[in-house]
């Protein structure tokens, strides 16, 4: 009988120390994220947030390395002509404490143009949620801005 208590005391120890699986999980940015708005930072916080135009549409693709982005808005000329091309772009990237770094390799209209002047790396920085991430840049006063991303899928 003592082998036997001694026993289940020690399952139950064992069982009751180890790490349920849904805490082990972590967060990831892999998925499909739909830009919703845009945040203001001042001295490093947020400020004020502001909804991302009804006429545009921001979708960024991340996989376990590769990322991929499609930005389109509408930008009517004087003569109702849509003027803004979009443009698209991807890459590999990698995530690093509360920084995300995004390696250009190709991309259409303005952001090839970008790419081809030497800005191979975009580097912001990032926080992250199950359902929402924002990327942004502050100076040195931290002041700033960032985009705000809920995630589709």
Same mark, same amino acid.
């Given at each position: 009988? +003592? @082998?036997?208590? #001694?026993?289940? %005391? ?9 790490? !349920? ?10 998925? %499909?994220? =739909? *830009?919703?708005?845009?945040? &203001?930072?001042?001295?490093?916080? !947020?400020? =004020?947030?502001? !909804? ?7 979708? +960024?693709? &991340? ?9 389109? $808005?509408?930008?009517? =000329? &004087?003569?109702? %002509?849509? *003027?803004?091309?979009?443009?698209? $772009?991807? $890459?590999? /990237? @990698? %995530?690093?404490? =509360? ?7 190709? $991309? ?6 970008? #790419? ?5 790396? /975009? ?9 929402? /991430?924002?990327? &942004? ?11 705000? /991303? +809920? *995630?589709?899928?």
């Amino acid at each position: 009988m +003592k @082998k036997i208590i #001694i026993i289940t %005391v020690l399952a139950l120890a064992i069982i009751s120390c180890a790490t !349920p699986e849904n805490s082990s999980k972590t967060i990831g940015l892999q998925g %499909v994220w =739909d *830009r919703i708005g845009t945040i &203001y930072f001042e001295d490093g916080k !947020p400020k =004020d947030t502001v !909804p991302f135009d009804a006429k545009s549409k921001q979708v +960024k693709f &991340y996989t376990t390395e590769n990322f991929m982005f499609v930005a389109n $808005g509408k930008q009517l =000329d &004087y003569l109702g %002509v849509d *003027r803004n091309i979009g443009f698209a $772009g991807n $890459g590999t /990237y @990698k %995530v690093e404490n =509360d920084s995300l770094f995004e390696f250009m390799s190709h $991309g259409t209209d303005n952001y090839l143009k970008w #790419i081809e002047a030497g800005n191979k790396i /975009y580097s912001v920085k990032i926080n992250l949620s199950e359902n929402h /991430y924002t990327q &942004y840049t502050l100076d040195s006063l931290g002041k700033g801005s960032g985009e705000l /991303y +809920k *995630r589709v899928e």
